[in-house]
Structures are given as structure tokens and as C-alpha cells.
């Protein structure tokens, strides 16, 4: 069965993961992460044998969305129901950063009876991951003190440096492409630019894959036009990640010539770094002119690089002309959802399903990242969970 | 034990509902519309004797509002809650209506572990049930390319053409006033336009009245002022129903004369169909101003029929001056909720705990639709239910 | 085992919470108080000791929140989920108040299949209490006519008169500080008006305090400038809630002599009664430039005692220059979250633990209130639910 082998071969990682916010891949140890890949399989398996891995009889998973979101607000949301826990959402005042003592008194009145928090916040450079940490205190204050009868796990929804539950969601979905995590050694994947019509995207994704796929002996390419840099540690990161690893990694600026024969493409807009850090600026002072000014600049800019698309022409150039294409959703389709941008329509038509499984694995990452925050010895508890044997859809 | 009597009895029809969206009254064979009334009947049954009907131990059932709602939104969140499922709105841009690869690609994105989805998309004429279709061929890919472990299924919560829960609701209620479905052979039910101060009232309630309730033998009379029509295909499927149901059909220009006699009454206001294909027109380009306008001589030609008030006087031509009365709620009440709306204070209060009575099924509606929906044999799982023998109410 | 002899405890009460809901703890008895304060503190000792005390299978906790909230929120929906049931919010169109029929629809309308409503409305002198007891009315019919199967119990969540799960948690925090209910005869609680640059808080949290503190043989005193006075009845019912107890009651205008000796102080600000009175007349009338104006005249005002400000100073004239310090959050902090406010930032973070932990008893105080509610024999109940041994968190 399956099943008990993925249990089995699970028992192999040293995971640290039982105690731990799960905020940054690259925080983790590669046991940790090949731990959270296993478990997540293991929960989808479940879930098609029907059975229920309800751990809790009660419980609230808060969700803190700083920003927008559809697909990873129900995958949390599945997630946290999957686990038996509700989720109540925490609505905030929208624009304003809160700082200080309103971060660590909320975070305590959110959590008498709450498990994990998932926190959104990629809207301000520098500041979405520093505010989980600053929640993270809280909690460990609130838990020594009393206060809390249990410290509540806080799981990434996305920050300004990292998405970890999309980058892992992205990463199982290779795994199961190419066959395991091993096949994925010395294959090349382009975390490239494209061209979108908006402005202002986050560069957690591409800061995610580029730190995430160095880990495992992959030639990792970041190719983007001049100037749309991401931010330089994590560049350094994912350098240091390919060194140690066996894989390599560089950047480079041409979007056709990062393609050719690449295995993995993921075509992506996002935001040069400093436009981001002078919005960031912009936004902490409410100046909206500022704001407004900024956006025609870089939407200018954007344009020059119209032909950062990805399409039936640079597919070609890829290995045996059928890299796997890898998207977070929702893509900018050119003659779709805009004129033009980051993908043609027929182009992404022919991995749109595979887009679609792609993000199918979050929930289950989400549900892992729980789960291992949680219970020391996670292959124990699911051998309990499979001899218990609740049925998910019960009669 | 009544129970047992209703399970026996509904054990006679042979319902095509599994597997099936519940989107169109008339897509239904009278066995399937008898099977929801049964398995309605034996649901809101068991709740009185505090039996749980809890199937699933996690689940997600998503809806999705496309316009305001209270009470069918809390009719959706119980059912979901008596199955055991979590409810998770879905959140849009308002004003848009979203076509093409969004749907295809937000339905499968919501879906990865969800088992029902509740549309409500009444506000454009020719679209609302057209966009549940879209969001099941969407579901039906997903499903078969295994994108999703379950094919979610669709629950129509008011489209344009049709409000199948609340029809439904409404007959279990007559069947419940009158003893019985045969009863309602030959009963006179009159569907009556009548006056408010507001306009643009969809038109899926007095459809979804005229075309179910033709289909059991009743004689339905269709009464509205000259250009209120509703939607010519949908009327033809009345007189259709009418002549196989052995009932009759007509259709009718004066409250008055159309209520004499009547055993039940379903005064209520709607909008004229072609102000509806205007209004489509208009709200699909963002008119504002064509809007206000189309509202201005909508609402001046409403004020010319301020006499199809449904009140003491008019109630008194009906059977024994004792007509059930019926309405969705909220009602337009006259010096109540408006200074003059579709019934007076005095008649509408007689028949208050009725309207509220009729309103109690839906619930009960909803989660019967769920079950049928994802259940092939119904009365074994309702069987199951009993022997399992779970309290509601525990301890 | 502390948990055996709290029911033991328990059993020595005579409630007569049953069936009966929670809007004004003047309402209740001392046996109802010391009931609440027991199985509320019974349900925190079960949460540590991984016991769920989950009764409901499925059911609806509806929320109405007629004002902000984000910890009642939180606490409510805790409470809920504790106990098994979802919560549902109704979400009203926010301006206006509802009265009369809407009331009475609305109340059935989302209680078909519900166990309790939980009610915020605070922001309207002499309406707030008057509605929760217009939809308790409503609850009763429609239960009497069979249009509900359960009485769905009422919690009010702040009214305009009392703030009841606030001042029980906050009762409940001076219990477990002082060692007993007992422990609290004699000592002395000063309410105080403190000064804040906010206009506009409900009296419900001093009105609560007074009329509950002086329950228990406490010298309450009462501080705050001429003019900012609570409603008046509510003042007289703490006289003689005090006469009656073997407290004492006065009220001062001093915050400093008032401090003197004081064990326990609730620095706070709160709107005068007579400025809360015309706020809600130019409220209902909408009358936005008259609320401006009142706004402008009342802050005038409060800038005249910007001293009264609970700050190092005042605490040496304290019992050991260590009074209890109490707050319902957030308070307004000098110096943190606004220049000038209710209490200086040293001498708030000195207590600031402690007001999470009072702050931590809302949800159990809650969940006690659904289950007084419901079951007779609550005694009876908890001791099966330890019998049933159900862990919150499974395996």
C-alpha cells in the first residue's frame, strides 16, 4: 500500500519542524523540507482512501490577509477543516502597518482558543516578515506568561521575502512530474520575468523558487531585464543553496536565451526591487500622488519588455519543446485575461491542467505545516490516524 | 414511527438526482422532485428528534453570492452545517461578471477540497444560470483530469430563470398545509405580480412558482398588469406541465379576478422582462446614468398598478375568504415597510407564522439537494443515519 | 482533582440561568453569577487538561454585530467552536436601525436551525438593550408557533446599559487574583474615568462594573469629572446592589483621592450620559454635521482633564502602591498608541499581562452562558463530559 510506504520511507527525515513557524524555506533543513513533501503526499493519499486525518474535536486557524487573496485563503481554509479546526478571519483596518504594542496585544487576543495563525503580508519591502516575527514573540510571550494555553503555529501565507506554500506546493508538483526528488537533480528550471500590464507584484515567488529549487542539486536560472533586480540576500541565498547542494545557479537577461532547454519554465512578473522599497516608502506615508507617479513610471518601463512573453516561439527553444510550464495563478494570458502578457493563450492552454494540479497540492502543504508544527513524531501520528480509520465521508 | 413511514415511502421513487446539479426545477422528473420533498421531510423530522445527519467529518461547501442575500445564505450555512461541512465564502469583485478562463480556472481553484458549491446570479438576465453551466463544465474537467478528488456539486441558489430552493421550500410547505402532494390536484394557486416601490426584482421567483407547481395537477393562474411578462420560453414550459400534470394554466391581466377563488395566493412584485433585458444590457456596460433613468421610468410605470395590493378586501374573493398566503420574504408591506407595497399590514399579519413556516424548509431543501446530489440510494444512508443513532445534542 | 471539586463547588448553587437569556447581570442572581463564574472556570480547567467539552454535533452561533469588535468577535467565535456549533454572522445594513417587523422577520429567519444569537449593539442610548429584547420576543413566537424547533439562547455581547461577558471575565480575573469570591468582600474597586482622545465610548463597561462589583460585598467607587455621568438608574441599582451586599458604593470626582488605598482600579474613558443621549438622536436623525459638532464640543471638553491619567503617580497613592490594574482593551496608552491617554505607558506595561489574562476568561464566560442556557443540570452535564473523555486534540 502506498500509503504505508510514504509513512515508512517519511520516517528517514530528521524533521525540526515540531515547535517551529514555518516563515522561511530557507530556515529549514532539507529533512524538514523532503518531511513537509512527504506528509503533504501522505494527507492527499488519504484524502482519496477517504480517510479523515481530523485531529482536533475544536479549534480556530486565524487567517490575517494583509492583502488580497482567493486561492491560498480556501486552501488555508481547507486546510484548517481537513484538521477539524475553523477558521475565523481576522479583518483588519486595511492601510495602515500596525506596529508595537497593537501587534503583541492582538496576537494574544486572537489565540485564548486558537491553534495557527496564517498571516498574509507582502504589500510593504521589509516589513511582512518582521510583522510575523513580531506576532511570533507575542505568542512565545502570551504562551510563558500564562496567557495562552497553547503558543499557535504561524504558517507564511506570503510575505515580501518568501511564499513557502506556494514554493512547496511548486516543488511536490515537480516531484510527482519528474518522479521524485532525486529526478529533479540536474534538471534546469528558468524562474524568468515576463511582461504584465499591472504593476507592483510581490517578489516572493520568484524569491521563493529561486531559494527553494537550489536545494536540491537543480541549475537554476533567474533571467529578467536590467534593472528588475530581487533582493540581494536572497539572491546570495539561493547562490550558497546551489553550491552546497551540487546544482548551480545564475542570472541572466534574455528571456529566450534563459529558455533554451530548460526542463521547468516559470514565466512570472513581479516588480523591480527598488521600486518596491520606494513604494514601500510611499505607502507608510500615505502620499497616494507619490503612489500614482510611481505606477506610471513603472508601468512605462514594463512596456519596453513587451516581448518577455512566454509563447509557442520561446517554447520551442525549450527541451524537446515541452519544458513544464509553472504558474502561481492567475497568469496575465495574452488575448485572455489582458491584450498582452506574461504567457500566450494557446501556450498556456497546453499546461493549463498541470497549472491546476500545481496548485492543488497547497492545501495539503498548508494542512502539513500544521501538522508539523504541532506533533513531534508526525509518522506516528498518521499510523494512528490510518488504524483509527474515520471515514471522511462517513456511511 | 413517522420516520420509518417516510423512508418506505420514499424508497417508491426512482430519482436520476445523483451526480446531477441541482440547477432547473423542470431539468427534474417528478420522482426526483418527490425525493427531495421525502428526504426534506425525513431530515427536518430527524432534527426534532435529535438525530444528527452528519455524513461528512470535514468538507468545505463554498458559496458564492452574486448579489445580496440573508436568508438564503443562512439557509445554505445550515444545511452545510447539518451535513457537517464548513462553509467558505466566495468573495468577488462585485460589479464584473467574470467569464471565460477566470470561471474555469476560480472553480477548480476553490474546489480542491470542497463537496458543494451555492451559486446565487440573478442580477443579468441571461447569464445567472448560463455562469452555473460554465462553472460545472469547469468542475467536470477539473474532476476528470484529477485536478479534483470530488466533483463539487452545484446547488442553484437563484439564477435568473429560476429559484429552485425556494420553489421547492414553497411546495413542501403546501404539502404540509394541504395533507399531502395528491392534494394539491386541483387546488387553484394564483401567482400574482404585485406593487412596490422598488424595481428590478428578479423574475425567478414567479417562474420557478409557475413552472413547478404545474407539474402536480394544480390549476396555476399567472396574473400581472400588461408588460410585465415573464420570460415567453419559461411560461410555455408552465402550460407544457400544465397539460401532462393533468392541471391547467393561464395567464391573466386583474389581481382581482384572478384571485377569486383561489385556494393559495402568491402575491409578489417582479420587474418586466424586457426591463430586465434592458437592465442586463445597461449594468453589462457599466451605464450608470441609463441605469438611474431605466429606474425612473421603471418605477413611474410601477406606480400606475399601486391597486395590485394584495389586502383585506382582495383576500375576501378568495376560497372561503382564507387563501394561503405565500411570499419568499421579504414582503412589501403597506405602512409597515413601505407606505404602500404587495400586501396590506392586517392581511400579511394574519399569515405571518405561515410565511415563516414556509421560509423553515429551505434549509432543509438545501441539504437534501447536497445528499441527493452525492448519494445514489438516499433512503439506505437515511436508514444508516437512524441505526447510527448520533445525537445533535449530545449528552 | 481541582476539576471534581469545582462541580462539587458547583452543585451548591441554585441557578436559574435555564431558558433564560443573558442581557443584564442586575437580571440575575448572585447563585447565577457564582454559577457563571464556576463552569466557566470548570471549561478553562478541561481546555488544559485536553478535555473537550464539545455538546453540539452541529448547530448555528449567530453573530450580530451592530458595532467593531474584535475580541468579543474573537471570544464569541471561540466560545462556538468549543462547543461544536459554527458561527454564522449576520452582516446588516449598518446605518440604520431595524425595528418592528424587520426585527421579528429577521430574528426566525436565521434561527431555523440555530442555537444562539450573540448581540453587539452599543451605540445607541436606550435602543441597544430594548433591541436584543425585541429579538428574544421574536424568538419566543416563533418557537411557540413551531416556526423553530430550539429557543435560540441570547448572550449580549455590549448594549448600551451593560457589557456583561466583560465584566464576568473581569470578575472572574478578581477571583482567580484574589483567591475567591470571598476574598473580594471588602475590598475596595475604583471605576474611573480616565481621560482619552477618542469621544464617543459606551458607558455599558463602567455601567457593568458597578452594578456587578457591588454584588459581592466590594467598596466600589465611582470617579469621574462633574458631568460625566452614567445613566442614572444604572447608578442607583449599584447603590443598592451595595446596601444589599454589605458593600459600599459612592462616587467622587477625584482620580487621585479616589485611588487612595484603592486594591483594584479600572481607569477608562467613557462619554457623558447626556452627550451619549443627543448622540443618539442626531444618530437616528443622521444628522452628520450635528455629530461633528458634538464630536468637536465633547473633545473640547475631555482636553480640560487630560490629568486623569492613570500614571506612576497615582499608583504610589494605591494599596502598597500596587493596586490590581484593569482594563477591557485596547486601552488608550500614553505615549503608544496616541500622545495622551487613559494611562501612561510604564505604569500600563507593569499590569499589561495581566489584562491579557482577564481579558483570556471572555471566551469561557461565554461558552458557560450558551450552556446555562441550555441544559438545567449543568453540573450533571460537565461530570458526563468528563466521563466521555473526549480529547480536544485527538491521538
Known amino acids: 500500500m502506498k500509503l504505508y510506504r510514504l509513512i515508512e520511507e ?6 525540526e519542524l515540531y515547535g517551529k513557524d514555518f516563515l522561511l524555506t530557507w530556515e529549514k533543513s532539507v529533512d524538514d523540507l523532503n518531511t513537509v513533501l512527504y506528509v503533504a503526499s501522505i494527507l492527499k493519499e488519504m484524502r482519496g482512501l477517504n480517510i479523515s486525518p481530523r485531529i482536533f474535536d475544536s479549534g480556530l486557524a486565524i487567517s490575517n490577509f494583509r492583502d488580497k487573496s482567493t486561492r491560498t485563503r480556501f486552501s488555508f481554509a481547507s486546510a484548517a477543516n481537513l484538521l477539524g479546526l475553523a477558521v475565523q478571519e481576522l479583518d483588519e483596518e486595511k492601510s495602515q502597518i500596525s506596529h508595537g504594542e497593537t501587534v503583541r496585544e492582538t496576537a494574544n487576543m486572537i489565540s485564548f482558543l486558537s491553534d495557527f495563525i496564517g498571516i498574509r503580508d507582502d504589500m510593504f519591502l521589509g516589513e511582512g516578515n518582521k510583522y510575523m516575527r513580531q506576532v511570533g514573540e507575542a505568542l512565545d510571550e502570551g504562551f510563558a506568561k500564562g496567557v495562552l494555553p497553547v503558543r499557535p503555529g504561524i504558517v507564511n501565507l506570503q510575505c515580501d521575502m518568501d511564499h513557502p506554500t506556494q514554493s512547496m506546493a511548486d516543488l511536490l508538483h515537480l516531484v510527482n512530474e519528474f518522479g521524485s526528488i532525486e529526478a529533479l537533480r540536474g534538471k534546469k528550471i528558468v524562474m524568468s520575468w515576463a511582461y504584465s500590464p499591472s504593476y507592483g507584484k510581490p517578489l516572493s515567488v520568484p524569491q ?21 533586480d530581487l533582493i540581494p540576500e536572497i539572491v546570495d541565498i539561493a547562490k550558497n543553496n546551489a553550491a552546497q547542494s551540487g546544482g548551480s545557479f545564475r542570472v541572466s537577461h534574455s528571456m529566450v536565451e534563459a529558455m533554451r532547454d530548460a526542463d521547468i519554465v516559470y514565466p512570472k512578473s513581479w516588480a523591480p526591487f527598488h521600486i518596491m522599497q520606494e513604494r514601500t516608502k510611499l505607502l507608510m506615508k500615505g502620499d497616494k500622488n507619490g503612489l500614482k507617479e510611481l505606477e506610471q513610471v513603472c508601468l512605462a518601463n514594463n512596456a519596453k519588455f513587451k516581448d518577455w512573453e512566454y509563447n509557442e516561439q520561446v517554447r520551442t527553444v525549450t527541451k524537446n519543446a515541452d519544458a513544464l510550464y509553472m504558474h502561481c495563478l492567475p497568469a496575465d494570458i495574452s488575448g485572455e485575461s489582458c491584450a498582452q502578457g506574461e504567457v500566450s493563450k494557446n501556450t498556456f492552454e497546453r499546461y493549463r491542467i498541470k497549472t491546476y494540479l500545481e496548485a492543488g497540492y497547497k492545501p495539503y502543504i498548508i494542512a502539513t505545516m500544521m501538522l508539523t508544527n504541532r506533533f513531534e513524531d508526525v509518522g506516528d501520528l498518521l499510523l494512528r490516524v490510518i488504524e483509527r480509520n474515520t471515514k471522511r465521508v462517513a456511511l
Open 208 to 228: 521563493g523558487i529561486i531559494a527553494l529549487m537550489t536545494r536540491f542539486g537543480m541549475n537554476v536560472e533567474l533571467a529578467y531585464p536590467e534593472g528588475y
Open 10 to 15: 517519511l520516517k528517514g527525515f530528521k524533521s
